[in-house]
């Protein structure tokens, strides 16, 4: 059996875009994470779930993560469409969520064979996944390093962070001087460390009683849905459509495993983008659009059997 440096477990999606961008997109919380930690060079899988078998959506999903070198052999096939968020793009690039439906993904949980692989990972991330925390305490309790993403729109059973290692959590700009509250708080509820992300503001992570921030530089985003144009587009069109938005410019961050919002350096409304060189939480960064970005030097992350001091 192969012992993976992370397994991605929860959602996926097919992004359908329309509007100023027509395009269907490979994406979703887990998956986005699993194939940067493949591009990170690291051993990378997907546990969830997409449609039945030959279901052009669900061969899409699989074969995309496969092409980004991501192992999808924890991936089941169930009778339920493969999940698909429909967005419209406007002229700006800001986009507006039309509907979202899980389809396969909801309610599907983990089978006990592919919960001892996960047990097996070096790192186990978990991003939108509708079981009340089953995987996340059977996972704590045998003491693997888990990360969660609790901010996505799940029920509070699934949004729990007793036993995390990591939680990850997101606060408007607006909010940031909330964000050192927001992080004691998970970690006050039981996770062992936490990061916020807060858009244009930057980050700021609690990591064994220590606290950290990490800045957002300015870019020009590529658009508001992923970090590279995809290949495939709609049949409408043999040419992409899509807002007069250059390539961005992306240093490396600050450190290692920080999620960073950036924004549009042309002024505006933020126009949400992830780059980071560690897993990178967040839904509407698509996968298929994902490119490497420059390693920055790694930051020890806590151990599970370690409880950080809180700071008093």
Not at 162 to 190: C, P, W
Not at 263 to 288: D, I, N, Q
Request: proline share 7%.
């Amino acid at each position: 059996m192969t012992a993976f440096d992370l397994i991605a477990l929860g959602d996926n999606c097919i992004d359908r875009l329309t509007g100023a961008v027509t395009a269907d997109l490979v994406g979703g919380n887990a998956v986005n994470v699993a194939v940067q930690v493949a591009m990170l060079g690291l051993r990378s899988a997907y546990c969830g779930a997409v449609g039945p078998s030959g279901e052009a959506d669900g061969d899409r999903v699989l074969a995309t993560l496969a092409a980004k070198g991501v192992d999808v052999a924890l991936v089941e096939r169930r009778a339920l469409a493969t999940s698909v968020t429909c967005l419209s793009v406007a002229a700006d690039g800001n986009r507006t969520i039309l509907t979202e439906d899980f389809g396969a993904c909801a309610g599907w949980t983990p089978p006990s064979a592919s919960l001892r692989t996960l047990s097996a990972a070096r790192h186990v991330h978990i991003g939108w996944l509708q079981d009340s925390g089953r995987a996340r305490r059977v996972l704590a309790r045998d003491g693997i390093s888990l990360s969660q993403d609790v901010s996505v729109n799940a029920a509070p059973e699934d949004l729990e962070v007793e036993g995390l290692t990591i939680a990850f959590a997101s606060l408007s700009e607006a909010q940031a001087d909330r964000a050192e509250a927001r992080a004691a708080e998970l970690v006050a509820k039981g996770a062992k460390g936490a990061v916020i992300t807060l858009g244009a503001r930057g980050s700021l992570a609690l990591i064994g009683g220590q606290t950290f921030r990490a800045t957002a530089p300015a870019i020009t985003p590529v658009d508001t849905t992923g970090a590279l144009w995809t290949r495939r587009w709609s049949s409408r069109s043999t040419t992409p459509t899509r807002p007069r938005l250059s390539r961005p410019t992306i240093p490396p961050p600050s450190w290692r495993g920080c999620p960073i919002s950036l924004r549009g350096s042309s002024g505006g409304r933020p126009k949400k983008l992830c780059a980071t060189a560690g897993p990178m939480p967040g839904r509407r960064f698509t996968a298929e659009r994902c490119r490497p970005v420059s390693p920055a030097p790694a930051m020890p992350l806590p151990s599970p059997e370690t409880t950080p001091k809180t700071g008093s």
